[in-house]
């Protein structure tokens, strides 16, 4: 019609104005607002002067008809366009700003009173370097991160992005420094530093540049110990029990390598400078819909408050203190499982993301969850296991917080699926037991953890469904990365990869010493067979030992 944007969206405020079920209305209104303030069209220079207007006009169309969705969809987008920071961050890394990690490569080393959230235990010459940004960005390389180290002999270090499909653009990115040749038997300190942003070339999904130029370092201790072989080292089953892990008692090196994982937020000034507004705009909107509660009983209405709780406390409450509202937002959670059964497993996932939130917002909170695996709860040197079980999660969240766990128990929980568990990077022990996993393709992150040793799956309904669906959740089949490295032009001949094939590309590659798998529908002699060609080096299967 050759209008102007302008115009448009003057359109649109007519047309909701006549009848606010509208919703494509509301949607074009969505459209054009960020068209327009993408562009910085005179009178939409900034969502400060923009949204505060919008919100008013949207609450016309909630509180006259709370029970017309097409407002609330509005408002969610509202609410999404308030909270969101354009430009991509830089939230947590591994190791932390100001660490002193200690790379050991003997699990015998004695005298060794380090904190056991900053002993990293080595059985390659390489170590991970974790970069885990706010959203998905792109153009990750030498080019754009400097690392400066002894231990970068190679300057044009890969970096790979950890994503489950076949993408270019990741929210987090890993790359591996390498050590120095030969043993070290005096401990040894290499410096490391780290910097970003002082060149683009690092893009999010939406096109904003990551701009905010920042630079930390952290220090490496090398005891890479020669000793004697000992006998049945590296050999020994993990377990689960309880009576294998005692409780945690902090020392004081612990709070600074902990606390540091709570240090690294960066606002650039534009940000600091409508921070403000953004904080009261939520806090407004939270305080009408308390006031629609008081006066009606609304499924929507919960949610949106629900959300609006959520992201008030993540703007607003220091770091290293619990969220404020979070028990709010379980128990509004628990509600809508009950008001609107339809939608249960939504609000089980929702429930469940703000529950991790919670354990990981504070060191107490973590530590309290976090048990020595050992025979001796006096053995310092023992791995340190955060445990997560019983807690009937059905989805996985908080990874940020969570880099530095190298032996994570996740048993008796509700998970379906444990997508972004790639980020963690140091993970060697794994127990996924007793939960409801119905298939291998839900296990593909495990594909990208290379330091993981001990895995535990038993208990679960893998094999049980005849379809799995899981595959299909992805934009096109041809995305996914199950099976794309597939050499379309070869001949397959093992029977077992045609009979397991799901299975054959996640467990492939894999170093797995120990793989337990019992209670599963897919288990029979056939199938351990197979599993113990596809994973030559595993020493322990359903807790017998292989010969």
Not at 453 to 463: F, M, Q, T
């Amino acid at each position: 019609m050759n209008r102007s944007e302008e115009d448009e969206l003057k359109y649109t405020e007519d047309m909701i104005c006549n009848n606010f079920s509208n919703y494509s209305a509301w949607h074009n209104r969505s459209l054009l607002l960020s068209n327009l303030l993408k562009r910085k069209v005179e009178g939409f220079v900034s969502k400060e002067k923009v949204l505060p207007d919008e919100y008013e006009f949207v609450h016309q169309a909630i509180f006259t008809d709370p029970d017309d969705q097409s407002g609330w969809f509005y408002h969610l987008w509202l609410l999404d366009q308030t909270v969101r920071v354009d430009s991509p961050q830089l939230v947590s890394s591994w190791p932390t700003p100001g660490s002193d990690l200690i790379l050991l490569g003997d699990r015998c080393l004695d005298g060794c009173a380090s904190s056991p959230f900053t002993r990293f235990y080595l059985d390659s010459r390489t170590f991970p370097l974790v970069l885990y940004f706010n959203q998905s960005v792109e153009g990750v390389n030498s080019s754009t991160i400097t690392v400066d180290s002894e231990l970068n002999t190679n300057k044009d270090l890969v970096w790979k992005p950890l994503s489950s499909c076949n993408s270019k653009a990741a929210q987090v990115w890993v790359t591996q420094l390498n050590l120095p040749d030969g043993n070290t038997h005096s401990s040894k300190v290499f410096p490391v530093e780290v910097s970003l942003g002082h060149s683009q070339g690092i893009i999010s999904s939406s096109g904003f540049h990551y701009s905010n130029p920042f630079c930390f370092a952290f220090r490496v201790s090398l005891q890479l110990v020669e000793t004697q072989p000992v006998e049945g080292l590296g050999k020994e089953i993990i377990s689960w029990r309880d009576e294998s892990f005692h409780n945690y008692n902090a020392h004081s090196q612990d709070s600074s390598p902990i606390s540091s994982l709570y240090q690294l937020s960066i606002k650039n000034d534009n940000e600091l400078t409508d921070f403000e507004w953004r904080a009261a705009t939520i806090a407004k909107e939270i305080d009408h819909f308390r006031e629609l509660l008081s006066l009606i009983n609304c499924k929507i209405g919960k949610l949106t408050l629900a959300r609006l709780l959520m992201a008030h406390d993540a703007m607003t409450c220091p770091p290293a203190n619990k969220f404020s509202h979070s028990e709010e937002v379980l128990e509004l959670y628990n509600d809508l499982m009950r008001l609107d059964p339809m939608h249960v497993q939504y609000y089980k996932d929702q429930h469940s993301l703000v529950l991790l939130q919670q354990v990981t917002s504070s060191w107490e909170s973590l530590l309290s969850r976090c048990f020595h695996y050992s025979n001796s709860p006096s053995n310092r040197g023992s791995p340190m296991c955060l445990q997560l079980k019983n807690l009937s999660l059905s989805r996985l969240g908080s990874f940020d917080k969570l880099l530095w766990v190298q032996m994570l128990d996740l048993s008796h929980n509700e998970l379906r699926s444990i997508e972004g568990l790639e980020a963690l990077q140091l993970l060697s022990c794994l127990n996924l037991s007793n939960n409801i996993l119905g298939s291998f393709t839900a296990l593909e992150p495990i594909r990208q953890l290379k330091s993981l040793r001990a895995l535990n799956i038993s208990y679960n309904e893998i094999g049980a469904h005849s379809i799995d669906t899981t595959k299909y959740l992805c934009s096109s089949p041809l995305s996914h990365s199950v099976g794309s490295e597939w050499n379309h032009g070869q001949t397959v001949i093992d029977d077992d990869i045609k009979s397991y094939w799901e299975a054959y590309f996640i467990l492939k590659g894999l170093n797995l010493t120990q793989f337990d798998i019992v209670g599963n529908a897919i288990v029979n002699e056939k199938f351990k067979s197979f599993l113990i060609k596809v994973l030559p080096g595993l020493k322990w299967l359903d807790g017998e030992q292989l010969h």
